[in-house]
């Protein structure tokens, strides 16, 4: 039915879908303002330009565009916050102090869906230190995501590791490419094809694909292929950037994964949790545009918390049904005490109907037989 009403990749969010979901919100975001994120609410939709022109290597991607008619301008209907935030951060906030930290939750829109998820609309919440890109604030980055993803009632979380800019780096040194060829080496890595890769000329980069899987080991595969200090500064910065975690986190390396990391610069990150397939979270280091051309380093990570919503709110009791002449301060204490109240309007209201567990009795809640 919905298929007919809405366009392909929207829905509605329904009980008890839509409750877990702002339940869980509320919970990552102050998870992250805890830490000091002060939250900011840009506009979902803005002229096609400025959306695109604040992230250093951002593309024109994704973006489904609206002709206002107000401004006969184009006008985009945001795909991602972070952008948003570089402008906030480039503009009106260009002299407040840094490092910068900046919370926001809101909806992004997709041109089209993913090949995972087919939904066009997705919740976004999400962190951004910006005047830094350093070790200590990727590590505090990661940290964020980590505890809003926990807040936000994630179990068993995961962390994909991975070096955007690896290709530039091995390219400018140990494995030299021209300009031309290291688009072309970037895509054959994405897609891990070994053949392709050694057609292109570029057999040196083969043993980058096989340093993939769990962390550890695959930064000593790394580490073995001695590519020289700028290389060996990366893997460290990676080891310290996790070091805090300790063992509850499972983590693994994907050096060479760039699908998805299209303006981060030499870090970046995925968050998975067990019992989703698809991808939680996304962050990395990036930089930030002034208008005056000045350039700005910055560190975030985005949470597309949807698939956690599907579980039923938690922390209430259950839903009380108040009959009619019930005790208002009695009703009142129950809610209080995490109960939902659900109140008789006349005789006609069922409490079976109206899907309560519970009846508010003389003396007090009572399980519904
Ligand atoms: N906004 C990016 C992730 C990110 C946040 N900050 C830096 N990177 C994304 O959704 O892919």
């Known amino acids: 039915m919905t298929s007919s009403l809405l366009p392909q990749g929207f829905r509605d969010r329904m009980p008890p879908e839509a409750e877990a979901a702002a339940q869980a919100m509320t919970a990552a975001l102050s998870a992250i303002g805890a830490r000091g994120y002060r939250r900011v609410a840009p506009p979902l939709a803005e002229y096609e330009e400025a959306l695109v022109g604040r992230l250093k290597s951002a593309g024109a991607r994704d973006l489904l565009r609206v002709l206002d008619p107000a401004s006969r301008r184009m006008l985009a209907l945001r795909p991602d916050i972070t952008p948003q935030v570089g402008r906030i951060a480039g503009t009106r906030l260009a002299g407040a102090p840094r490092p910068l930290r900046l919370c926001y939750a809101g909806t992004v829109v997709r041109l089209a869906g993913g090949q995972l998820n087919p939904a066009r609309e997705l919740t976004q919440l999400g962190a951004e230190l910006i005047g830094r890109d350093t070790v200590a604030a990727a590590a505090e980055i990661v940290a964020v995501a980590v505890d809003a993803l926990q807040a936000a009632g994630a179990t068993g979380l995961s962390i994909d590791l991975t070096l955007p800019d690896l290709v530039d780096l091995l390219a400018a040194g140990p494995l030299p490419l021209g300009p031309e060829k290291r688009e072309r080496v970037r895509a054959i890595l994405d897609a891990k094809d070994a053949g392709a890769l050694v057609a292109a000329g570029a057999g040196g980069y083969l043993p980058l694909l096989e340093a993939t899987g769990p962390f550890a080991d695959a930064v000593a595969r790394l580490r073995s292929l001695n590519f020289g200090t700028l290389f060996e500064t990366r893997l460290a910065g990676l080891e310290a950037i996790v ?107 069922d409490p079976a109907l109206l899907d309560c567990t519970h009846r508010l009795a003389e003396d007090g809640p009572q399980l519904l037989g």
């Open 243 to 349: 070091a805090p975690l300790g063992d509850e986190v499972r983590l693994t390396l994907d050096p060479t994964e760039r699908h998805g990391f299209e303006y981060q610069s030499w870090f970046g990150f995925s968050l998975f949790a067990d019992g989703h397939g698809a991808e939680l979270g996304r962050g990395g280091s990036y930089t930030v545009l002034h208008g005056d051309g000045r350039e700005e380093p910055a560190v975030g990570v985005s949470l597309y918390p949807d698939p956690l919503f599907a579980a039923p709110a938690t922390g209430t009791r259950g839903r009380l049904f108040l009959p009619i002449g019930h005790r208002p301060a009695a009703a009142a204490a129950a809610r209080a005490d995490g109960w939902i109240t659900v109140a008789a309007i006349d005789d006609d209201c």
